[in-house]
């Protein structure tokens, strides 16, 4: 297969952002106004946000502040893999909570149960589907992992099975897969972009008042409350609720437990019926292998594939600019890892090809807080926005609420992850861990001592 031409008209632009039902701009923001809450980011976390606080106490006025478009960054560029869980499967969460990690995997099937539940009051249409997933093993090292995985899970009273190589490949046929762990009621596929779309149609509904391309500059404690200024006008608020994730937080206190990390996706064109019957996947579950440098991958409502990861690319400095949203040699090799997988599909093109920064911290899963007792935060999700940012908005309600929750009483919650270096050790230390990673795939699985160090002092570089 030639890979570039597999590629040579593939736009640039998120697949799912150039859906019809792309709702029209809203205005921005050109006078100053007041609100009981103002929240910044119109993307799931403020989405989430303002919908609950309104849910919660239907009288309490909220605005919410958006620098862009709704939906525009990782919420309408990810891969649509909403999971239950909160800490970024259960080996994460057992290495650092493990005697609450029967109580955050319950929370965590509540959150996603209540997400469905959402969509179907509010009339959502996003192409919702419970279909499962399954991580598969591509190499013989992983294997074991996988068996550990599923004894871990079946633990806490998961409903996982492991599947040998003939039965991964009765579910989605290719010659690269040697097992799979199927966990049937873990994770639903969404579209992202249309996910946001209709959560900010719901909190209208509700009276949120929506502003967009209304970047927010500084958010100032006014003593009475805060003001969050923008290029055109101001809101002062009694509280606020912060959910700009991968952009430089506006509470520089919050900077050092993030970076911004680029992921890159390809989208091919819709699927024949008899490609599609050459490839199987009629349980249509998401995918991803059970590498350190892994790949996801799931069939859309009209068949075509997304096909993503692998690469992870830090900018020094955390730099988050539209330029880096396009890295050809990253869609080069996905591709080329597309067809080793699915050699079957040789001569599909793909229609889209784009990236896009997620914010992520050293413990792999989202972390929280309130400054000054009015500003409340979330950020980290590592690539589990989709789902956990739902948990985020009802801990940050909770946290401005001032009253305890079983959400809050939990050592997740209440703890921070360790802070990124400054530069140039943090640039050297991602790029150190990057090639280590990809060293640690091709040698069976052994870890270096660089990343056996940063397991010891708790920095999660595990996938």
């Known amino acids: 297969m030639n890979v570039n031409a597999s590629l040579r008209d593939a736009s640039p632009e998120p697949y799912w952002l150039q859906d019809p039902a792309r709702p029209r701009a809203r205005p921005a923001l050109v006078e100053d106004t007041s609100a009981d809450l103002v929240v910044v980011g119109g993307g799931y976390s403020g989405l989430w946000t303002a919908l609950l606080a309104k849910e919660r106490d239907p009288g309490r006025d909220v605005v919410l502040l958006e620098g862009d478009r709704i939906g525009w960054a990782a919420s309408g560029r990810n891969g649509g893999f909403c999971s239950a869980s909160l800490t970024h499967g259960l080996p994460n969460g057992h290495r650092r909570w493990p005697a609450e990690l029967a109580l955050l995997e319950r929370l965590g099937q509540e959150n996603l149960q209540a997400i469905e539940d959402t969509l179907t009051r509010y009339r959502i249409d996003c192409d919702w589907q419970r279909s499962g997933e399954i991580q598969v093993a591509t190499t013989a090292h992983q294997l074991a992992e996988l068996h550990a995985s599923a004894e871990l899970a079946l633990r806490y009273g998961k409903d996982v099975e492991v599947l040998d190589g003939k ?62 200024r923008t290029g055109y006008g101001t809101v002062h608020a009694r509280q606020a609720a912060l959910g700009t994730n991968a952009f430089p937080a506006l509470l520089r206190r919050i900077r050092p437990y993030t970076i911004p990390v680029y992921d890159y996706a390809l989208m091919t064109e819709p699927l024949s019926e008899a490609q599609l019957a050459a490839i199987g996947w ?90 000054r007792g009015k500003i409340a935060y979330a950020a980290g999700h590592t690539g589990l926005g989709v789902g956990a940012t739902r948990f985020a908005a009802d801990v940050m309600l909770d946290l401005l609420a001032g009253v305890p929750t079983e959400r809050t009483s939990t050592r997740m919650v209440a703890t921070k992850p360790l802070p990124f270096p400054p530069e140039p050790l943090r640039w ?26 940063m397991d010891l002092v708790g920095f999660g570089f595990d996938s």
Request: positive net charge; glycine residues 10%; aromatic residues 10%.
């Open 428 to 453: 050297t230390g991602v790029q150190l861990t990057r090639r280590s990673l990809a060293r640690a795939d091709r040698r069976g699985g052994r870890r270096n001592l660089w990343l056996r160090a």
């Open 167 to 228: 039965r991964i490949r009765a579910e989605v046929h290719s010659p690269a897969f040697l097992a799979g762990l199927s966990d049937p009621a873990g994770t639903a596929l969404v579209h992202p972009a249309k996910l946001a779309w209709g959560l900010a149609a719901a909190c209208e509904k509700l009276g949120v008042r929506i502003f967009e391309r209304s970047r927010v500059t500084s958010l100032d404690d006014d003593g009475s409350g805060v003001t969050a």
């Open 282 to 371: 009629q349980g249509r579950q998401g995918l991803a292998d059970a590498g350190n440098q892994f790949h996801y991958f799931r069939l859309t409502a009209d068949n075509r594939v997304l096909w993503g990861g692998y690469d992870a690319v830090y900018h020094y400095r955390g730099r988050v600019r539209a330029e880096h949203d396009t890295r050809p040699q990253t869609h080069r090799t996905l591709a080329a890892h597309f067809f080793r997988t699915f050699p079957q599909l040789d001569g599909l093109r793909f229609s889209h090809a784009w990236g896009g920064a997620i914010d992520t911290c050293t413990r792999f899963t989202a972390f929280y807080g309130i400054a």
